[in-house]
């Protein structure tokens, strides 16, 4: 009996370390980029509150390559340039090829629309962000509080890389037009709402690149148009 039970207490804690060890695979802390900060002409960012390790901007690396960016982040975060602001109808979008996964799981990038109050610790915003698993999500910033819109969800136009070293590249952009925003990548409507849909929430404001912690981009063909 106590053999039983002790082998039945070992299987348990057998377990418990297994999913503990997976879920802190799926968390990697968030890394400090050694000579970080916005070096890119008019740009700025802000790292999402909270991050664990208390790190900034300052930790991740937004700097200027050839006519692109180049984006090395720790902690998650969104840059911008107050400059690109719009209402009404438009459109903007950016390209983002990734060299290979640098983490044991994807990490995303995308673009946001609506932005406001983005210096502070409670923003709104409106983001679609693409994976290299061929997944896209949705989320909405509404003064800091986060609405998940659309669940991490596979589509056919979101490019799926062949491996984690494999090169990977996503054009994710927004089209406005009325009450209606859709996100489009790679050509492709794959998620879209009124602003019903959204709360009531305007469309109108700053738009510019959101981007997980811990990743690796070149950023190109950032524009903002009608």
Not at 73 to 79: E, K, N, Q, R, S
Not at 140 to 159: D, I, P, R
Request: overall charge positive; glycine content about 12%; proline content about 3%.
């Amino acid at each position: 009996m106590r053999l039983a039970r002790a082998f039945l207490m070992a299987a348990a804690a057998a377990v418990l370390i297994s999913a503990t060890t997976a879920a802190q695979g799926q968390q990697d802390a968030d890394r400090k980029v050694a000579g970080g900060g916005v070096t890119v002409k008019g740009w700025q960012g802000k790292a999402d509150a909270g991050n664990r390790q208390g790190l900034t901007v300052n930790d991740s690396k937004f700097a200027p390559e050839g006519s692109a960016f180049r984006l090395t982040t720790g902690p998650a975060a969104v840059y911008w340039n107050p400059a690109n602001t719009a209402k009404g109808d438009f459109t903007v979008k950016a390209t983002f090829k990734e060299a290979k996964q640098t983490y044991n799981h994807p990490h995303p990038f995308g673009v946001f629309i609506g932005g406001a109050g983005l210096d502070t610790d409670a923003p709104s915003m409106l983001y679609c962000v693409a994976y290299r698993d061929g997944t896209f999500l949705v989320r909405q910033f509404v003064s800091g509080k986060v609405n998940t819109l659309a669940k991490k969800n596979a589509h056919e136009k979101v490019a799926k890389a062949a491996g984690p070293e494999a090169e990977v590249t996503q054009e994710v952009g927004w089209i406005v037009k009325g009450d209606r925003a859709d996100c489009v990548i790679n050509g492709a409507t794959v998620w879209g709402a009124t602003k019903a849909d959204l709360g009531g929430a305007s469309l109108d404001g700053i738009t510019g690149i959101r981007v997980s912690h811990n990743s690796d981009a070149l950023v190109s063909n950032f524009a903002v148009g009608k």
